[in-house]
């Protein structure tokens, strides 16, 4: 923006400055004429040749003429370079001893033209006359355009200077942002457990708080896992010892109710143990590539249900990402694909892809389905775990949980395809 306002004001001075010295140079011409300017029994008297060139070849772009100062002003002489022109009009005559500069038009083209008037005394009389010095614009039109295309050159290759400078500072000046912001990608998508990369001083406070805020996090979630595992560890042996005295008691009825109650519990235990674990909505989600995740999960169905002989469907991208921890991934997904695969009886789908800024998986089967009033049990807010079936229940809870905690949504209906249960999970891409 300061560029072409500085290219303005440099041609308007350089343009001001060469009409100064037009008009000086027209200012020496009327002294030389006047030098040589006299009256003789009232009549004005010029050399007929001037010493000025110009003025005695016709049309050369330097013209004098002296005109009456009366109005309407008459010619009394004109130089040899006018003769075959028109005079210029229109003219003017300034009070005596002053001048003007102005532009005028001869032979239809524009003039600088210099007027200055004056008079002569001669036997107690006056004669007032104005000095015209017209002078072509042409040379100086082409001076200027010139000038004109030079500076607008100059600046515009100055500018194109300037804004590479200004790129490459910039690029330079940003570079230390750029790998911050790849760094924090790599911790997003669990490539890298802190940031690493050296910077200057303004951003290594940055990186030392990220850090720490990374350290914080996964030494609390370490620590919060190791004290669930221990407590899991110190209710499972008074659970054993329940169950050793189950087996002991003779009353078979006792037994029945006792060792009921005692897989509640275990399941209760499970699921909540489970739920707790889970990352969920963190202030870092770890990235987790799903391909790999999926692939151990299928190859490891494939094995456990190799008598029922299924074909297990996949279609998603190998780089397609979970925000998410990985362990909360392979419960929700093996929960699904374990439930499809004990309902199937040939075929188990799983498609996941991006849609509209969320992350879609959908997992299908062509068992029986689920009834519709199952559907509706299942999807209630604060259903108990143990309301449940067993052995079938508790996982639906436990994903349903750790879809929530993920801020996603599971929906239950049956497949178009493959005419069995249909679940699908979306999760926000933030």
Do not use: C
């Not at 210029?88 to 038009?105: E, L």
């Not at 050296?198 to 919060?224: A, F, G, M, S």
């Not at 489970?274 to 999926?294: C, D, F, M, N, Y």
């Not at 008598?307 to 929960?335: C, M, P, R, W």
Request: aromatic content about 8%.
């Amino acid at each position: 923006m300061l560029l072409p306002i500085a290219g303005v004001t440099l041609f308007n001075a350089y343009q001001q400055h060469m009409r100064a010295s037009i008009e000086n140079e027209l200012v020496a011409y009327s002294y030389s004429l006047l030098a040589v300017a006299e009256i003789d029994q009232g009549q004005l008297l010029m050399p007929e040749a001037l010493a000025e060139e110009r003025f005695n070849i016709n049309e050369s772009g330097l013209y004098a003429l002296i005109t009456t100062k009366a109005e309407p002003a008459q010619p009394l002489w004109r130089s040899s370079s006018l003769m075959a022109l028109a005079d210029p009009q229109p003219v003017r005559s300034p009070d005596i001893g002053q001048r003007a500069f102005y532009q005028v038009t001869l032979a239809n083209a524009p003039h600088f033209i210099y007027s200055f008037s004056f008079s002569f005394t001669s036997e107690q009389q006056h004669y007032d006359m104005t000095l015209h010095i017209v002078k072509d614009q042409t040379d100086h039109m082409a001076l200027m355009s010139n000038f004109k295309q030079q500076l607008w050159s100059a600046l515009f290759i100055l500018m194109a200077v300037l804004l590479l400078v200004q790129f490459i500072w910039l690029k330079w000046s940003l570079t230390p942002l750029r790998i911050l912001k790849r760094e924090v990608a790599d911790v997003e998508k669990g490539k890298a457990n802190e940031l690493i990369a050296d910077y200057p001083d303004e951003l290594q406070q940055v990186k030392e708080q990220i850090n720490l805020l990374l350290n914080t996090e996964q030494n609390q979630r370490k620590r919060y896992r190791n004290a669930l595992s221990d407590l899991a560890h110190s209710l499972k042996t008074p659970l054993a010892v329940l169950q050793g005295q189950v087996n002991i008691d003779s009353n078979a009825e006792s037994n029945k109710q006792a060792q009921e109650q005692i897989d509640v519990m275990n399941l209760m235990i499970e699921h909540q143990l489970k739920r707790a674990q889970s990352a969920g909505q963190s202030s870092w989600h770890l990235g987790t590539e799903i391909s790999p995740v999926l692939d151990k999960l299928l190859a490891s169905l494939q094995k456990i249900y190799r008598d029922k002989d299924l074909s297990y469907h996949s279609q998603l991208l190998t780089t397609q990402v979970f925000k998410g921890d990985q362990a909360d991934l392979l419960e929700i997904l093996g929960n699904l694909l374990d439930n499809a695969s004990k309902a199937a009886t040939a075929h188990v789908a799983i498609t996941i892809l991006v849609e509209n800024n969320t992350l879609v998986m959908t997992v299908e089967d062509d068992g029986a389905g689920i009834d519709h009033g199952k559907m509706d049990e299942i999807m209630l807010r604060g259903t108990r775990a143990d309301t449940y079936d067993k052995g079938h229940g508790v996982g639906l809870a436990i994903v349903r949980d750790l879809v929530s905690s993920y801020q996603g949504h599971i929906e239950i209906g049956h497949s178009a395809q493959y005419q069995g249960a249909q679940f699908t999970l979306t999760f926000p891409i933030t």
